[in-house]
């Protein structure tokens, strides 16, 4: 009975099938296909992000870009690898994202002195801080000196990519991005002043 129940069950389907199912609209095949490399995935994720609970969001993102890629998937026995490509390529942008935003901070956590970083003390409040007086400062700064700023500071676009989406030439685009600089640390100075002597 047992031997004969063994017999009679189906394969299982391959990845690639149930890709391909999903792409077809069933949901079963998709969560199927989520809890057959999830746990493999987090564990993946969690070795090179650090973080449990960083790891989780970084694989259900990477399972979201599969599916949102499934179309252009082509089966060869790989998708395992191709899904922690996607994953480990978020980790990448995440990772690129982080020193951004540290070198962004940089630019601006400057006393007269010229450290670049405040007392151990005032760090964490002068970060929470930073945070919210930079996004305001930036969100005042004109347009035309706002998004190639972004762009470059933020995003990590090259000035190739910037003069391709604005249409100016590079050297405007580099004294664009200059002149923001220049501006947000004039319209920060009495902030860290402030923040840096008390």
């Known amino acids: 009975m047992l031997q004969n129940a063994l017999t009679d069950r189906e394969p299982a389907a391959s990845d690639g099938a149930l890709l391909e199912a999903a792409r077809s609209g069933d949901r079963a095949a998709f969560a199927e296909l989520i809890d057959r490399h999830k746990d493999a995935l987090v564990s993946y994720l ?15 993102e990477a399972f ?20 922690f490509s996607i994953a480990t390529n978020l980790v990448r942008s995440q990772e690129r994202q982080r020193r951004r935003r540290e070198a962004l901070r940089s630019i601006f956590l400057q006393s007269a002195n010229g450290h670049r970083t405040p007392p151990p003390q005032q760090r964490g409040l002068l970060g929470r ?19 190639p700023f972004v762009l470059f500071e933020v995003e990590g ?7 391709d989406l604005t249409g100016c030439r590079e050297g405007t685009v ?18 860290w002043k402030r923040g840096l002597t008390t």
Do not use: F, M, N, V
């Not at 676009?157 to 003069?163: A, D, G, K, L, P």
């Not at 580099?174 to 009495?190: F, G, T, V």
């Open 64 to 83: 979201l870009r599969l599916y949102e890629r499934s179309q252009g998937y082509r089966e060869e026995g790989k998708l395992k690898s191709y899904l």
């Open 129 to 147: 801080e930073l945070q919210l007086q930079l996004a305001a400062a930036i969100a005042e700064l004109p347009l035309r000196y706002r998004t």
């Open 46 to 60: 969690t070795r090179i992000a650090g973080r449990t609970d960083e790891a989780e969001d970084l694989a259900q």
């Open 157 to 163: 676009w090259s000035y190739r990519q910037i003069c």
């Open 174 to 191: 580099k004294s664009r991005i200059h002149r923001a600089r220049r501006w947000l640390r004039e319209r920060l100075e009495p902030y």
